[in-house]
């Protein structure tokens, strides 16, 4: 994203919009890349993440990975999306240093929601992503990197 401003907001009016919007960021990451999500419960985050995956080329259903801690996808050339949401966790300094093995790497992009800002274990942060509730279904996102 070379070039581009150091950050973009958009505005959008229902989750069809959210997702579109997180399918033009997808298409703009590469193998390696980390974006981080940020946003209280239920504003739209799994829903930017689906948008990205599909435009990464991930065929199947994109869930909430809340429970599960992370979630890996098989998308396009070979690539492997990961889906984490570390909101149970207390402090990744407190994991296993393996913890991440799986989700994060030079073959994938991963998606990681409630991190801790610039923790190592999260490698190289290619994009930061909030989004905010503006009322009913309509969202505010903010992308920087």
Do not use: Q
């Not at 907001?9 to 960021?25: K, Q, S």
């Not at 994109?62 to 979630?71: E, K, Y």
């Amino acid at each position: 994203m070379t070039g581009e401003p150091a950050s973009t907001v958009v505005e959008t009016a229902d989750a069809a919009a959210t997702e579109a919007f997180g399918a033009t960021i997808g298409g703009r990451l590469r193998p390696g890349d980390v974006v981080l999500l940020a946003g209280e419960l239920g504003t739209g985050k799994t829903t930017f993440v689906r948008g990205a995956c599909r435009a990464l080329g991930v065929d199947g259903p994109i869930t909430s990975p809340t429970f599960a801690i992370a979630n890996r996808y098989p998308a396009a050339d070979g690539l492997t999306v990961a889906h984490l949401d570390l909101y149970r966790l207390a402090s990744l300094d407190d994991e296993d240093p393996d913890l991440l093995d799986d989700y994060l790497g030079a073959d994938r992009v991963a998606f990681v929601e409630w991190a801790p800002a610039d923790h190592p274990l999260l490698g190289r942060v290619r994009l930061r992503v909030r989004l905010d509730h503006l009322g009913g279904d309509r969202r505010r996102i903010e992308v920087s990197g």
